[in-house]
């Protein structure tokens, strides 16, 4: 069983930064995606971000130019930057492993206007 755990939201400020983090209980990267997704209130939840196996990363063209996926030992950071009020959300981190899918707790990003 794999544990996905994601820290660093907060609150900031319209054009700030933040850095989130995905301590994932086991070295899955080699061959197993690990995305960050977030859900903001009242809608679905989306596909922010992720590593593929073999290293190469997706993000979704609505944060591209903003977002930046990183990955070392067990952690994929999301690096976000000039934060928009549209990025309020609970941010979670997600894989799927033997056809069962994991989800962290997730962590809260506010931007403040």
């Known amino acids: 069983q794999v544990q996905l755990v994601e820290s660093g939201g907060g609150l900031v400020q319209v054009g700030g930064s933040l850095r989130l983090s995905c301590t994932v209980s086991?070295?899955?990267?080699?061959?197993?995606?690990v995305d960050w997704y977030r859900q903001a209130p009242g809608k679905q939840r989306e596909l922010v971000a992720g590593?593929?196996?073999?290293?190469t990363f997706i993000y979704d063209d609505s944060v591209k130019d903003r977002v930046f996926c990183y990955h070392a030992e067990n952690t994929v950071y999301l690096q976000m930057n000039n934060l928009r009020p549209e990025d309020t959300a609970v941010y979670y981190c997600?894989?799927?492993?033997?056809?069962?899918?994991?989800w962290g707790q997730g962590t809260q990003v506010t931007v403040s206007s």
């Open positions: 590593i593929r196996p073999g290293g």
């Open positions: 086991e070295n899955i990267f080699n061959f197993n995606r």
């Open positions: 997600n894989t799927v492993l033997l056809s069962r899918t994991y």
